[in-house]
T-cell receptor, first 111, second 114 residues
Framework: NAGVTQTPKFRVLKTGQSMTLLCAQDMNHEYMYWYRQDPGMGLRLIHYSVGEGTTAKGEVPDGYNVSRLKKQNFLLGLESAAPSQTSVYFC??????????FGPGTRLTVT | DQQVKQNSPSLSVQEGRISILNCDYTNSMFDYFLWYKKYPAEGPTFLISISSIKDKNEDGRFTVFLNKSAKHLSLHIVPSQPGDSAVYFCAASAPTSGTYKYIFGTGTRLKVLA
């Protein structure tokens, strides 16, 4: 039982490049979330999903897209990376939506 | 405007003593609160939660207190251990359709001195 895993762990992008972050959970959770954490700030919700095939915007969705084609996977895409998207990205999942269980994070640097 | 505030960026406590971490919020609609612990290079780990219908919830060494009139919650760790050294985040959610959407505080770094 791996819990929540994130791929990759680190990535450096040039401005304008695109990439996809993968989140996978093996706990059969319905709810999944993407957050970003920046220095001196709390985690901020980017997008979330309440079930397979559904997605919704969170607090800071601009510049990101997501997809939940399979229940266990939640993908976060950056179509045209900007330096302001340099951050640590965390994925989380939840059975009921209350307590959320986080992955180890992806550290992304955009130059 | 920060709706969830952790005004102490850091806290040092002697091993065996009580650690008290504080969190204030401004949105009176928040009705569910969580505390997370985070070690460097790891994701946050869920610690304890409390619903607004309660004023206290206890789990082992961890107790969360909620004072709705003051819009304040606190996490007590007794006794504190060196392994508790981490950054602690509080998070709050208001009732929404679909799921809980949490607003996180900026965190308090706890250092437990042996």
């Amino acid at each position: 039982n791996a819990g929540v895993t994130q791929t990759p762990k680190f990535r450096v992008l040039k401005t304008g490049q695109s990439m996809t972050l993968l989140c996978a959970q093996d706990m059969n959770h319905e709810y999944m979330y993407w957050y970003r954490q920046d220095p001196g700030m709390g985690l901020r919700l980017i997008h979330y999903s309440v079930g397979e095939g559904t997605t919704a915007k969170g607090e800071v969705p601009d510049g990101y897209n997501v997809s939940r084609l399979k229940k266990q996977n939640f993908l976060l895409g950056l179509e045209s990376a900007a330096p302001s998207q340099t951050s640590v990205y965390f994925c989380a999942s939840s059975l009921s939506g209350a307590a959320q269980y986080f992955g180890p994070g992806t550290r992304l640097t955009v130059t | 405007d920060q709706q969830v505030k952790q005004n102490s960026p850091s806290l040092s406590v002697q091993e065996g003593r009580i650690s008290i971490l504080n969190c204030d919020y401004t949105n009176s609609m928040f009705d569910y609160f969580l505390w997370y612990k985070k070690y460097p290079a790891e994701g946050p780990t869920f610690l304890i939660s409390i619903s607004s219908i309660k004023d206290k919830n206890e789990d082992g060494r961890f107790t969360v207190f909620l004072n709705k009139s003051a819009k304040h919650l606190s996490l007590h760790i007794v006794p504190s251990q060196p392994g508790d050294s981490a950054v602690y985040f509080c998070a709050a959610s208001a009732p929404t359709s679909g799921t809980y959407k949490y607003i996180f505080g900026t965190g308090t770094r706890l250092k437990v001195l042996a």
